[in-house]
């Protein structure tokens, strides 16, 4: 079993920064895949960034790419994003998950979730 939690979360206002943390429990971090979603008030969760189990492969939604980045520690079992140039639209709660495998495969291939962390940025 994994447990994931998310950490950084909070307000911000526009143009700002924030930097998000994922924590993993288990021995099994290293060889998985993580991804970041989001989701907005009255909207579906969306995705906004995976990166492979070794950190080679990362790949971005085009709403955050330039802006945001994710990044790993394997050793930590931690897996981060960190979001400047903030717009109000990025105003969500963000969820980590973890990939069935090394590769990011799409939602289908994500097994665990985290609670979410809050984020709003004012304009």
């Known amino acids: 079993q994994v447990q994931l939690v998310e950490s950084g979360g909070g307000s911000v206002q526009a143009g700002g920064s924030l930097r998000l943390s994922c924590a993993s429990s288990g021995r099994t971090f290293s060889s998985k895949a993580m991804a970041w979603f989001r989701q907005a008030p009255g909207k579906e969760r969306e995705y906004v960034a995976a990166i492979s189990s070794t950190g080679i492969r990362y790949a971005y939604a085009d709403s955050v790419k330039g802006r945001f980045t994710i990044s790993r520690d394997n050793a930590k079992n931690t897996v981060y994003l960190q979001m400047n140039s903030l717009k109000p639209e990025d105003t969500a709660v963000y969820y980590c998950?973890?990939?069935?495998?090394?590769?990011?495969?799409?939602?289908?291939?994500?097994?665990?979730w985290g609670q979410g962390t809050q984020v709003i940025v004012s304009s």
């Open positions: 998950a973890a990939g069935r495998s090394y590769s990011y495969s799409g939602p289908n291939g994500l097994d665990y």
